[in-house]
């Protein structure tokens, strides 16, 4: 198993992140992808690829809510200059729940453009957050696409599904599985060759007061081999393919 999205660089948790590294080695998992939201998480992310050499990779982004161009620009300078090192660009998007003027909506859309076309010209993996933004997403992701993606905790409806799935999206499928309906629905409507686990420790844990962890992605897959009636072994390889091959891990 290999946790795509977790926020192991964040501020709050990279104080204790050896112990969290440390029970996911013990849980069996091969890998976990870090995702960033800011320059200053940065140092951090390039940190823990050299200290987990082969077990935590990272991709860099920038907050879906944030407008400092300067800082996008910074990161974008980080991303050129340690493409070699890292496996992918996020996690970025756009949410609308939480941008809600039209004038820093259509500047969110210009800045998401900006990931895209860098994914693109690097062959990075983009990965994808959007909240009641997914029309807005596919239509972003269609004309300056062709790109590789993973929709991260996907809300939206079946037809945003099946567009993104043409589109050639991936979908990571969260620990609040085991308590959302919506998430089952959402699994049963993706191809086991589209489908990853993601943790994003410490957001989307599998009881509200629990904040997520790496080792969690063995509840999702428990939940899809029950969900999906597959065998948990057979998917774990499946689902564990998928991510090696999406962000060249080997
Ligand atoms: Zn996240």
Redesign the pocket.
Known sequence: MIDT?A?LSRLDIYGHVDELIGEARSEGLLGIIN?TMSLEETANALNLVNRYRGFVYTALGYDYCGFDVREIREIMRVINENKELIVGIG?VGLDYSRVRDPMLREISRHIFTKWILLARDLDLPLII?SRNAEDDVIELLSRYGPVRCVM?AFSGNKRQVMRLLELGCYFSIPPTITRSRQKRDLATMIPLNRLLLES?TP?LGPSPSEPSRPAHIKLVLVELSRILNRDFRDLGSMVTENALSLFQLR
């Open positions: 999205h926020h995702v996690e957050h991260h994003d957001e």
